[in-house]
């Protein structure tokens, strides 16, 4: 139903996550974030807002990705039918993904790294998300497009795809927080409207909100 990814720069203090479904709407069911938190990504055939939600505000309160979601998952009976990925300040990774998910359902954890999938076509999709994801000159968000672009590329959802999102948490920028709710094409619609976010007058205005190294700032 669903492939994503988080992702954490410890060089930057970046955050980037992406997502993809052959349903609509991912971005507002699946990727969460918060650049003193970490980041989460609750997905499956009936996914949890309660988990990401909960998840986000534990790696807030301090506890580690793994004891965020191990707690989470635990108490739930429906967990079967849930898949979950979460990804702390400290580039700590943990996933979960139920023993009912519909196949192909599987997640990667590594240090900075989480990739979770379900109903994809083949098991090759989260492994070409993997290799499309280490860091490079390119900016976090033409990295994370470049990784939703690789699972299609690698058979993606095994239904096609509807909706996808992006989301940037940086220090030193306000967040980048994309999403096409539903498209024939929604990756190649994501790329259109980052592009459109680069331009003038947005990108310009951009300099003017409060970010995290200040929270204060505003027009001179």
């Given at each position: 139903?669903?492939?994503?990814?988080?992702t954490?720069?410890?060089?930057?203090g970046?955050?980037?996550?992406?997502?993809a479904t052959?349903?609509?709407?991912v971005?507002?069911?699946?990727?969460?974030?918060?650049?003193?938190?970490?980041l989460?990504?609750?997905?499956?055939?009936a996914p949890?807002t309660?988990?990401?939600?909960?998840?986000?505000?534990?790696m807030?309160?301090?506890?580690?990705?793994?004891?965020?979601?191990?707690?989470?998952?635990?108490?739930?009976?429906?967990?079967g039918?849930?898949?979950l990925?979460?990804?702390d300040?400290?580039?700590?990774?943990?996933?979960f993904?139920?023993?009912d998910s519909?196949?192909y359902?599987?997640h990667?954890?590594?240090p900075?790294?989480?990739?979770?999938?379900?109903?994809l076509e083949?098991p090759?999709?989260?492994?070409?998300m993997?290799?499309?994801?280490?860091a490079?000159d390119?900016?976090?968000?033409?990295?994370?497009?470049?990784?939703?672009?690789?699972?299609?590329?690698a058979?993606?959802?095994?239904r096609g795809l509807?909706?996808?999102?992006?989301?940037i948490?940086?220090?030193?920028?306000?967040?980048?927080?994309l999403?096409?709710?539903?498209?024939?094409?929604p990756?190649?619609?994501?790329k259109?409207?980052?592009?459109?976010a680069?331009?003038?007058?947005?990108f310009d205005?951009?300099?003017e909100v409060?970010?995290?190294?200040?929270k204060?700032?505003?027009?001179?």
């Amino acid at each position: 139903m669903t492939f994503s990814i988080l992702t954490f720069d410890k060089k930057t203090g970046t955050f980037a996550a992406a997502a993809a479904t052959g349903s609509l709407c991912v971005g507002g069911w699946v990727l969460r974030g918060d650049i003193e938190s970490g980041l989460v990504a609750s997905q499956g055939t009936a996914p949890s807002t309660f988990w990401r939600d909960d998840v986000l505000r534990a790696m807030h309160q301090g506890q580690s990705a793994q004891e965020a979601v191990e707690a989470v998952t635990k108490s739930d009976p429906g967990r079967g039918h849930r898949q979950l990925i979460a990804l702390d300040r400290q580039a700590r990774s943990h996933g979960f993904t139920g023993a009912d998910s519909v196949a192909y359902a599987n997640h990667i954890t590594e240090p900075g790294i989480a990739i979770a999938g379900n109903m994809l076509e083949r098991p090759e999709v989260l492994e070409a998300m993997l290799s499309a994801a280490p860091a490079d000159d390119q900016p976090p968000d033409d990295r994370m497009l470049r990784v939703l672009t690789a699972a299609k590329q690698a058979g993606g959802d095994s239904r096609g795809l509807s909706s996808a999102a992006l989301l940037i948490l940086a220090p030193d920028r306000p967040p980048l927080d994309l999403r096409i709710d539903y498209s024939e094409d929604p990756i190649s619609e994501l790329k259109d409207l980052r592009h459109k976010a680069r331009q003038s007058p947005y990108f310009d205005w951009l300099a003017e909100v409060p970010v995290h190294l200040d929270k204060t700032r505003a027009p001179k």
